[in-house]
């Protein structure tokens, strides 16, 4: 059997690999790294995670992304098994250490039989004799690459910008000022409600740290680079300051659902979150601080945050640039380039935005790419799933009309409820009283989780590849 091809061994590519050849389909599977570094890569890993290790909520009774979880658990999911593997202390949150889940899912990808794993840098259109492939290079496709695929398409790769949070050593925050505690006490997935260090500050504390925030300096654009957006899902932190002075505040800074417990009585203004980076707990990352500042003004202003004056960073924030196609008009229903079918995309390049939904759509393109070579039939996954509320936005399901009648811009988005069919659900509780609310909300998130995932298996147990799995699940 030919074997199909995986350009990019990122968590889209890496998830892809390992559901190809776990049904028998040989793989090779190209990595650019080390040969050609990128900006945000630090190893020539598997699956390296470069701007969180989070994988964000894991509750998959009313959280569309705790939802995608669940659907990959029983879709057999590689990077869910790992992700459960080296999971951290992280309230409601997925969060893992990031180098034992890269060394994981390394470790099975280059001892399964099936699977070739190759360092080279595929810097233009792939082979034409390879009958098919799945392009998952991510966010930093290598710029010939890039360009083969527009000039294949006669379009441009649309782009924005991603921040990167900065890490700081654990041994030197101050914990007779921060305190632990998960937002509301909640405890996650291996956590214990105790799962993050907070740190208060007061108003006048908060308006000094704004103002040196949006005097400080900032990475330069490229003249190129200039009229590149940034994604919303994750915006530098100075760029939401200069928004309003209280954006952070009821962002990444908010107070709510925290007590400090050295000063129980006093209110925070806003609060600090930081999250544990690995597993011996050595390293916190900032949550939600992505950032573009210079590396001394970094330092600076972050060590205004009460409880990290003597802060020493593992490592600063940075920028890189990311791109992405125009999906709903260059892509099929099952993922393949209209203009050149035998090209599959997968990852954050098909627009789809976070580490879970890149790995969940390489999942989605290796089974269409499986169906395909063993001469199945291709079966979509219903709407009313994770699975099929994110394929069909990005497939066709953003696009539409502004109000003065222009098309509008594909723009990434993360998995959410509002990519999801309306559903029936209880307006009244058990004891005959109207839901209002919060109330009526989570009802209606909990009828859309519950259909979902008895629609999933029953798309999961109809699936002839499913029945004929020849590669276990890693224990």
């Known amino acids: 059997m030919d074997p199909v091809h995986v350009i990019g061994a990122g968590l889209a590519g890496s998830e892809a690999a390992w559901q190809l050849a776990r049904r028998g389909i040989p793989v090779i599977l190209h990595e650019m790294r080390p040969v050609r570094m990128t900006d945000a890569h630090h190893t020539d890993k598997c699956a390296e ?53 890269a060394d994981g899912v390394t470790k099975h990808l280059t001892e399964h039989d099936l699977i070739t794993l190759v360092s080279e840098d595929v810097d233009g259109l792939p082979d034409p004799e ?35 949070a900065p890490i ?32 208060p500050l007061d108003k006048d504390g908060y308006e000094a740290f704004i103002d040196a925030l949006l005097a400080a300096e900032t990475a330069e654009f490229r003249e190129w680079e200039k009229s590149t957006p940034y994604f919303d899902g994750c915006l530098p932190i ?29 209110k925070p203004y806003a609060v600090v979150q930081l999250r544990q980076d690995n597993a011996l707990g050595t390293l916190y990352n900032l949550v939600g601080f992505q950032t573009k500042m210079k590396y001394g003004d ?44 035998r090209l599959r995309f997968a990852g954050q390049i098909t627009g789809c935005e976070g580490y879970v939904e890149s790995a969940a759509i390489g999942l989605l393109a290796a089974r269409f790419a499986a169906a395909e070579r063993l001469g199945e039939e291709i079966d979509l996954p219903p709407e009313t ?49 109207r839901l209002r ?24 147990q109809s699936g002839l590849l499913d029945r004929q799995r020849k590669t276990a699940l890693p224990a």
């Open 49 to 101: 995670l470069v701007c969180s290790n989070s994988f964000r909520s894991d509750d998959a009774t009313s959280n569309a992304v705790g939802l995608l979880h669940e659907e990959m658990r029983r879709a057999g999911s590689l990077i869910l098994s790992e992700g459960d593997r080296t999971k951290l202390p992280a309230g409601g949150a997925l969060a893992v250490d990031r180098d034992a889940f």
């Open 130 to 164: 390879w009958s098919s492939v799945i392009v998952a290079t991510g966010p930093l496709t290598s710029p010939g690459l890039s360009r083969a695929i527009a000039d294949l398409t006669d379009a441009d790769s649309l782009a924005f910008f991603d921040a990167i």
């Open 168 to 199: 700081v050593h654990f041994d030197t925050v101050d914990l007779d000022v921060a305190w632990f505690q998960s937002r509301y006490d909640k405890a996650g997935p291996g956590g214990s409600g105790a799962d993050y260090v907070n740190c």
């Open 238 to 266: 100075e760029v939401m300051a200069a928004r309003g002075r209280e954006t952070l505040r009821h962002g990444p800074m908010k107070p709510v659902g925290l007590t400090n417990r050295h000063k129980p009585d006093e």
């Open 298 to 341: 970094q330092v600076r202003v972050l060590r205004m945050i009460p409880g990290l004056e003597q802060a020493e960073f593992a490592r600063l924030g940075g920028i890189h640039r990311n791109t992405y196609l125009d999906s709903p008009r260059l892509l099929d229903a099952t993922l393949r380039l209209k203009a050149e079918p």
């Open 385 to 433: 799933t994770a699975f099929g509320a994110l394929l069909r936005h990005i497939t066709g399901g953003h696009i539409g009309q502004t109000e003065v009648g222009k098309p509008r811009s594909y723009q990434p988005m993360n998995i959410n409820f509002g990519l999801f069919p309306p559903v029936e659900f209880p307006k009244k509780s058990e004891d005959g009283r």
């Open 437 to 460: 609310g919060s109330e009526k909300t989570l009802a209606k998130k909990r009828a859309m989780t519950s259909r979902a995932l008895r629609d999933l298996d029953t798309w999961l």
